[in-house]
Each structure stands twice: as C-alpha cells, then as structure tokens.
C-alpha cells in the first residue's frame, strides 16, 4: 500500500464515463438549471429562445468538430446507445416500409449496443432481420476490410464497426472500411464512443454515413447525452423509431420530415447540451491533435511496462502499434480473478478502473478472455497525469508479483 494517509483517488475508467470534466462544463449546466430553465421551442420568449440557441451552438460545435456538413445533421439521443438503436432499427423500418428484407454486417468488436438490438430484431421472423458477426484477430483486434467485404451480400443494408474497441483500444481503418461499403453501396455506421474526441475524426473524409457518439466520455460532457451524425440523404434510407413533439409544425399530427426535426422527440436535455456544448468547445480550443499528442505520451508510458506486466503474469489483449490504438487497455491475469486486480487496485493504490465483460462479449471471445471472466481495464483521458499511470502501473506490477502463479 502507498503510504497510510488518504490517497489521491486515481480515476482511470474514462472508456466508461470522462471524469473530471472539461473546465465550464459543471457551470454551464448549472447557469442553464438555475437561470434559463426553460424548454426550448415550447415558447417565444426569452429563455425558451436562450434553450434553442443552446442546442444550435452544441449541434454546431459537434459537426467542426467532425467536419459535418452543417449543424442540422446532428441529432441529439438519450446516449449513444439509444444513437445506434435510432440508427439500426431506422435502416430495419425504412427497409420493411419498402418490403425488402435487411441483412446487417456487424463485428466480433461490437459492444452489446449493437449486438443486442441486432439479435432481439433477428428474432422477430417477420420483419426478415438477419446479421454477419465477421471475426477480428485474436491478437491485435483489427478487423480485415476484405473480411467485411465478403460477408456483404444482396441484402446487406448496414455495416457496424467500432471504430476505437472497448476492451482492447484497438482503432479499425476506418476509411478502408468505408471504401469498401461505398463500392457496394452499403451505408456505414460507425460506434464512435471509445474515439470521438481522443482521435481527430472528420466524417466527409472518411466517408461515415452514420457516426453515434455519447456526450459523456470523450467529448467531456455530461451524462445522459449523445447524438447520432446522419450523412445528408441517409434520412431516404433510415426511418423514425419515435414521433412526438418537436415544438415545431405544432399544427400538423404528423412528424415533421426536416432535420434534425425528424428524429428528435420531446423534451431535450437542454441542460446537459449546454455543459456539452462547454466540453466540446474545450476539446476544439485545445485541439483535438493535442489531446490525441497527450494521450500518446501515456499509452508510451504504458506500452513501455508491457514487459514488467508480463514479467507480473499479466497477459495485455489486442495491438501494441500505438497508432492503432486509443488509450484503453485490458489485462489478464494468469492467477488472479480481474475483479480481484480491480478491488486491491483500489485498495490498495486508490486507482479506479473496470473488470469484467465490458458489454463486449464477442470482443472478449475474440482475445481469448471470455472463459477467464474478462479483464481489468484502465482508461485515459486528456486529464490523465504521467503521475497517475505510473501509479497505475506500479500497483499492478506488485498485485500481479504478489499472487503469480509459480513456474
């Protein structure tokens, strides 16, 4: 143990949840709940017009930061999973609308996010739902484009991919894969919640149709917030999976088509768009190249301990290539259970990070992790300290050492 006194509290489950926030974000959803209040669209005076301006310079620092065609291509979801859920169930109702059948390709990388919406659909015969999970190295948890191609057939409506893996930090290519989908004509939809603000992504360039991403982790907002980025004419293709409200042609009982009108419902999250807003104007001022130059420097650190974790029983799944990866990192240990790493972690050390499955149960089956119940997984963000990752590491080299197995 490190010392006897209160320990700094170490919090490395960034992959989870960004903590601390980006500077402004706390105040900013605290002026907006103690000063505005209102609901924005719901009214034409002052305050409801302040809620509106809100969402507007939120959607519109997302779409610079993601090089979007303009801001009403962002629309605001619950979080990133309700994001996918819109996106996949949208493209199953456009195509059951039109009376086609709907085959999806998807990858062993995939969070439950996209797994389970794709299985509860598969089971429901009638709407004629079927997926590919295409494999991914057992090593470095690169997902070969060529693979995805293969698996593309007549049907094939959708390709899913994590772009930056929950479990290994592994980065796919991106714009291989998109090439790909473009020569087949097969939209892209890409799970952005471990790289959206810790990588630079710029979606025209890569050729993304559809990108969803959670607020709350690395674009430093708060909780309860996320959006999906819809390519200008995706709407033809992906359909509503709510209608309601809008504040906007309140005289018809139809939902309206414009974006991002179209897929939004109810009541927004206006305050927690408002600190968003605060954390992704951080992430645009500091720049994004900078964040990215920091979070480098501590997967160098790590990297450069791999050994010593060896040496510690520790097996580190997926690349070790730090330009194919973001700083999420996932051990194994020969003896120890990876609950039991994650509670002397604390303990013992005062460092907070995840074990377990990590809603990834195919990514885990992939590395060869599933039967030994996971891994402990520490995460990084742009706040993340050498300070701190050496802390981590030191206290993992001697959990590790003190319960090797002999020989």
């Known amino acids: 143990m490190i010392g006897r006194g209160v320990m700094e509290r170490v919090y490395l489950d960034n992959a989870a949840t960004s903590f601390p926030k980006a500077p402004g974000v706390v105040e900013a959803v605290a002026r907006y709940m103690e000063r505005v209040g209102a609901s924005p669209g719901r009214g034409a005076y002052r305050e409801s017009r302040e809620g509106a301006a809100v969402l507007r310079g939120c959607r519109d620092a997302i779409a610079a930061l993601i ?120 939209a892209l939809l890409v799970d952005a919640a471990q790289s959206l603000g810790h990588v630079p992504v ?3 360039a890569l050729g993304v149709d559809l990108l969803a991403f959670p607020g709350h982790k690395g674009l430093l907002g708060p909780l309860g917030t996320g959006g999906l980025y819809v390519r200008a004419g995706m709407e033809d293709l992906v359909a509503t999976v709510r209608e ?14 414009e974006m991002p009108d179209r897929y939004e419902a109810g009541s927004h999250n206006t305050p927690g768009l408002a600190g968003l ?32 974790l060896e040496d510690a029983g520790f097996r580190l799944l997926g690349t070790r290539r730090m330009e194919e990866r973001v700083g999420v990192f996932s051990l194994v240990h020969g003896a120890l259970d990876s609950g039991e790493v994650a509670r002397r972690l604390e303990e013992e050390f005062g460092v907070l990070v995840r074990s377990g499955i990590h809603c990834a149960p ?22 993340t300290t050498d300070a701190q990752m050496e802390r981590a590491l030191e206290g993992l080299v001697r959990i590790g050492v003190s319960a090797r197995v002999p020989g």
Do not use: W
């Open 202 to 204: 710029d979606v025209r």
């Open 67 to 186: 090089g979007a065609e303009g801001e009403e291509r962002i629309v605001f979801t619950l979080n990133c999973s309700d994001a996918l859920h819109l996106a996949i169930k949208g493209v199953v109702l456009g195509r059951v609308a039109r009376g086609l059948g709907t085959h999806i390709v998807c990858t062993q990388m995939d969070h439950n996010s996209v797994l389970r919406p794709l299985r509860a659909l598969e089971q429901i015969g009638a709407l004629r739902v079927s997926f590919s999970c295409v494999e991914a190295d057992g090593d470095s948890g690169l997902v070969d484009p060529g693979v995805i191609e293969r698996a593309i057939g007549a049907e094939t409506a959708l390709v899913c991919v994590a772009h930056g893996s929950n479990v290994t930090g592994t980065l796919q290519d991106l714009g291989a894969i998109a090439r790909v989908c473009r020569s087949r004509g097969v």
């Open 244 to 257: 309601g409200g809008t504040g906007s042609r309140s005289e018809e009982d139809v939902h309206p088509d």
């Open 362 to 383: 195919r990514a885990h089956r992939a590395m060869g992790s599933l039967a030994d119940g996971g891994a402990v997984r520490l995460s990084v963000s742009c706040f």
């Open 277 to 308: 807003e605060r954390g992704v104007r951080y992430l645009l001022e500091r720049g994004i190249e900078s964040v990215r130059a920091h979070e480098e420097g501590l997967m160098e650190r790590f990297l450069s301990r791999v050994g010593d």
